[in-house]
């Protein structure tokens, strides 16, 4: 469970840096809280805080639920593509919204894999 846990964590942390680059770019981009509006690559900034805590809300129990009824190696495998994923999501995102495709792909159907394999696993097993 040891992998599992990191990875966890790696994705907790992701989320946090995420909300930095927000509290960064509030700053350097003259956006006063509480608004959420206003520079357009704040705004990209935000979403992609947002974004990826909307994910986590399936990710992290999808991730607990396959490590424990399937298989943790492939739990910490897929939840390792996952943050990598949402890494390049962020990176395209800011960049350009269009772009994001890539980091959807490796991020958002993990999610749901684990989720859905995790809960199968624990009613085939």
Same mark, same amino acid.
């Given at each position: ?19 930095? $680059? ?27 805080? $947002? ?27 897929l939840?390792?593509v ?23 792909l ?20």
């Amino acid at each position: 469970m040891d992998l599992v846990i990191l990875v966890a964590t790696a994705a907790l942390l992701e989320y946090v840096f995420f909300g930095y $680059q927000v509290g960064l770019a509030r700053g350097r981009y003259g956006v006063e809280a509480p608004a959420v509006s206003g520079h357009p690559i704040f705004e990209r900034y935000h979403r992609v805080h $947002q974004n990826t805590l909307e994910n986590l809300v399936i990710f992290l129990p999808g991730l607990w639920l396959f490590a424990t009824s399937v298989s943790e190696p492939i739990a910490a495998a897929l939840g390792a593509v996952f943050v990598v994923g949402r890494a390049i999501y962020a990176r395209l995102y800011v960049k350009d919204p269009a772009s994001r495709r890539l980091g959807v792909l490796l991020s958002f159907p993990i999610g749901l894999i684990l989720l859905v394999g995790g809960t199968l696993g624990a009613f085939l097993d």
